[in-house]
Nanobody
């Protein structure tokens, strides 16, 4: 099981920026396998939704339409850290953001339908005020 720890959430005004980080551990023995990592979010009273995902080894990236052009996902493979740079934040981006990881998946499928085998972080709150 992969352990995921997020950080970087907080409160900002609309138009501001935040960068989320996710440190992954416990997956060293599977470093040669294909897999996915990504960011998901859940706003109060709403279902969880995929925000941005990346797979390996291809490096294919997918974004939700609502964040395309504003958010950027990246991964430091040497440090096993996943990032989400969020620019142009809007009040509707307010949610708990979760880091997730799985194996044997593709970026697009992971974004839209993460499998039950997915590992999840504890979440970090992002609040955007108008």
């Amino acid at each position: 099981q992969v352990q995921l720890v997020e950080s970087g959430g907080g409160s900002v005004q609309a138009g501001g920026s935040l960068r989320l980080s996710c440190v992954a551990s416990g997956n060293e023995e599977r470093s040669g396998r294909s897999g996915c990592m990504g960011w998901f979010r859940q706003a109060s009273g709403k279902e969880r939704e995929g925000v941005a995902t990346i797979d390996s080894p291809d490096g294919t990236i997918n974004y939700a339409d609502s964040v395309l052009g504003r958010f950027t996902i990246s991964k430091d493979n040497t440090k096993n850290i996943l990032y989400l740079q969020m620019n142009g934040l809007k009040p509707e981006d307010t949610a708990v953001y979760y880091c997730a990881a799985d194996y044997g998946c593709t970026s697009w499928t992971f974004l839209h339908a993460p499998a039950r085998s997915t590992s999840w972080g504890q979440g970090t709150q992002v609040t955007v005020s108008s």
